[in-house]
């Protein structure tokens, strides 16, 4: 009988000392009341709000997106947040995903800090006096399967609203559900953090138990360029201000501590990155401000403390008549002339409004953006609605629905790449970079809508020039055909022999060599391989991937191949 595959057999023993670890611990915890307390906060103790939400993304990248029969591949390009005048990007950006790494990162996020933020809220009302059952909003059911449900999707809605630039993924809503966990419960917050990095681990050993890895070059961007920062910390803040009120109807006895709060919050903020604050200079340049970070993160923590832990008692008053009834007032407004008290704890919240709306405030005219409908800097590859083209050094594409100087001065940086664009959609976008489409040589670029997709391969090739830059072309086209859509400037070689230049020049249909001397100049077009011609008394080969150049007995490479990784 044929032997179990070995990675069948490690994915079982994963799962097999998984599953003996926690009976295990079950048993030795059999006294605890642990599942009691569950089932005080959720229906039948399970956070079906938590699996509602979770469900709700998976099937947003399955059907929406083409994950069901393109794990690896969704579409991505029409479910991003692009503009206010492209509502369907705005609707899906919050609840799409790049890909399976990214979808996983956010689901695992979701399992670990979603149910603290469901435990915090409850099922069941827990205000004195009220009653399962009395109404809809104290209706357990209502409250698991439709409340929860809903304040999610008007997070993420948010998150997409006041997001700066063409945003996708759920982490503005993870960072919502971290936000109303760590005023309630800050170092549970964390441990919940590195539980999240346990199940990706677990996750990660069942879908590949071994990894062979060796050196090699790769193309990467700054890891710190990588992260929405802005929609994380706008998510984290609107999850703060949640949870405050939760945790401030709480009495005093019943809040955790500014010590922990404090150190919660800090941790939580340097692990996930909040400090990474960085601008993008243009081209490929980033820019990062490391201490201004982590002097913010330092006053985020101190204000989530504060906003906690502050006594009730007014801090002052306005139009109250008698102030001691307005210091036995239970609620914010006081009934003597229509007073306002305002208490301690309310400076720290109004730091967190004006600090949200600052964050959120920006991404308003950056949303008023949409595509340009001139021509594009270069022959277009077109798919239904959507342009594609190739173009460097070109300024961004994106024009204001409002005419206001202040506004274009945000497309004043230029670009060079695959460039991709949706009048109908308001879409103008560096699709692949050219540094990457340089490392690469071949890129696709997946583009579609609700219920269809394509594909547009970009690909490159090129001569590398002794003694000077690379002589390239760029071609575009679906899986059965393409054309050039963009040549390089033409690339002298360094040496000069017997005084002749030697140009390597590309063209839409094949790469020419043009020899000059003097006033004199002549082309041909490169050999093709193991073959030689002569030009002007220069005497040009090639093998497979070289040519080189001879005169009077002296011979040199001059090009080579460009390679790809």
């Known amino acids: 009988m044929d032997s179990l595959p070995v990675d069948v057999l490690q994915r079982s023993a994963v799962v097999a000392a998984i599953a003996a670890s926690i009976a295990v611990v079950l048993f030795l915890d059999r006294s605890s009341n642990r599942g009691a307390r569950l089932r005080r906060r959720f229906v039948l103790g399970v956070p079906w709000g938590t699996v509602v939400s979770a469900g709700f993304v998976l099937a947003v990248y399955l059907f929406l997106q083409g994950g069901y029969e393109h794990w690896y591949t969704p579409v991505t390009v029409p479910f991003r947040a692009w503009s206010y005048f492209y509502p369907l990007g705005i609707a899906s950006a919050a609840f799409s995903h790049g890909g399976p790494g990214h979808l996983v990162g956010n689901l695992v996020g979701t399992l670990t800090l979603a149910p603290l933020a469901e435990y915090a809220w409850g099922h069941f009302p827990r205000k004195r006096g009220s009653q399962s059952f009395a109404t809809l909003r104290s209706n357990p059911y209502a409250r698991a399967f439709v409340a929860f449900p809903a304040a999610v999707l008007v997070v993420g809605l948010l998150t997409s609203i006041f997001a700066i630039g063409p945003i996708i993924g759920f982490s503005g809503v993870v960072f919502a559900f971290a936000g109303v966990a760590l005023v309630n419960y800050p170092l549970g917050t964390v441990i919940a953090l590195a539980g999240g990095g346990a199940l990706r681990l677990v996750y990660n050993s069942l879908l590949t138990p071994v990894i062979t890895a060796s050196g090699r070059p790769s193309y990467v961007t700054p890891w710190w360029a990588d992260i929405a920062i802005q929609g994380h910390a706008l998510g984290l803040l609107i999850g703060v201000l949640v949870g405050l009120v939760i945790v401030r109807g709480r009495t005093s006895a019943n809040r955790p501590s500014a010590g922990r709060l404090w150190l919660g919050a800090l941790l939580f903020s340097v692990e996930q990155s909040l400090w990474a604050v960085y601008w993008f200079r243009g081209g490929e340049t980033y820019v990062l401000y490391r201490a201004v970070g982590v002097v913010l993160v330092s006053a985020l923590a101190l204000v989530i403390a504060f906003a906690v832990v502050a006594r009730d008692d007014p801090l002052f008053t306005w139009g109250v008549a008698d102030d001691s009834e307005a210091r036995s007032a239970t609620g914010d407004r006081t009934?003597?002339?229509?007073?306002?008290?305002?208490?301690?704890?309310?400076?720290?919240?109004?730091?967190?409004?004006?600090?949200?709306?600052?964050?959120?405030?920006?991404?308003?005219?950056?949303?008023?953006?949409?595509?340009?409908?001139?021509?594009?800097?270069?022959?277009?590859?077109?798919?239904?609605?959507?342009?594609?083209?190739?173009?460097?050094?070109?300024?961004?594409?994106?024009?204001?629905?409002?005419?206001?100087?202040?506004?274009?001065?945000?497309?004043?940086?230029?670009?060079?790449?695959?460039?991709?664009?949706?009048?109908?959609?308001?879409?103008?976008?560096?699709?692949?970079?050219?540094?990457?489409?340089?490392?690469?040589?071949?890129?696709?670029?997946?583009?579609?809508?609700?219920?269809?997709?394509?594909?547009?391969?970009?690909?490159?090739?090129?001569?590398?020039?002794?003694?000077?830059?690379?002589?390239?072309?760029?071609?575009?086209?679906?899986?059965?055909?393409?054309?050039?859509?963009?040549?390089?400037?033409?690339?002298t070689a360094a040496p000069t022999l017997a005084g002749r230049n030697v140009t390597v020049v590309p063209t839409e249909s094949r790469y020419l060599l043009r020899v000059d001397h003097g006033n004199d100049s002549l082309s041909a077009q490169i050999p093709a391989r193991n073959e030689s011609m002569t030009l002007d008394g220069l005497t040009f080969t090639r093998n497979d991937s070289r040519v080189f150049v001879s005169y009077d007995g002296t011979r040199l490479q001059l090009l080579e191949k460009e390679t790809y990784e």
């Open 335 to 491: 009934k003597s002339g229509d007073g306002v008290v305002v208490r301690h704890w309310h400076v720290a919240a109004v730091i967190l409004l004006l600090s949200t709306a600052a964050l959120a405030g920006p991404a308003v005219p950056a949303n008023l953006f949409t595509a340009d409908s001139g021509d594009l800097p270069g022959e277009e590859w077109t798919i239904r609605d959507y342009e594609v083209t190739y173009a460097e050094d070109v300024e961004n594409g994106l024009v204001s629905a409002i005419e206001v100087e202040a506004f274009g001065e945000t497309t004043a940086v230029n670009t060079s790449g695959v460039i991709v664009r949706s009048e109908e959609r308001g879409i103008w976008t560096t699709a692949v970079s050219k540094g990457r489409l340089d490392f690469d040589g071949q890129v696709a670029v997946r583009l579609g809508g609700v219920g269809w997709r394509d594909t547009v391969y970009a690909q490159r090739d090129g001569w590398d020039v002794v003694g000077n830059e690379t002589a390239y072309r760029v071609a575009l086209g679906d899986s059965d055909s393409g054309r050039v859509v963009y040549t390089s400037d033409p690339v």
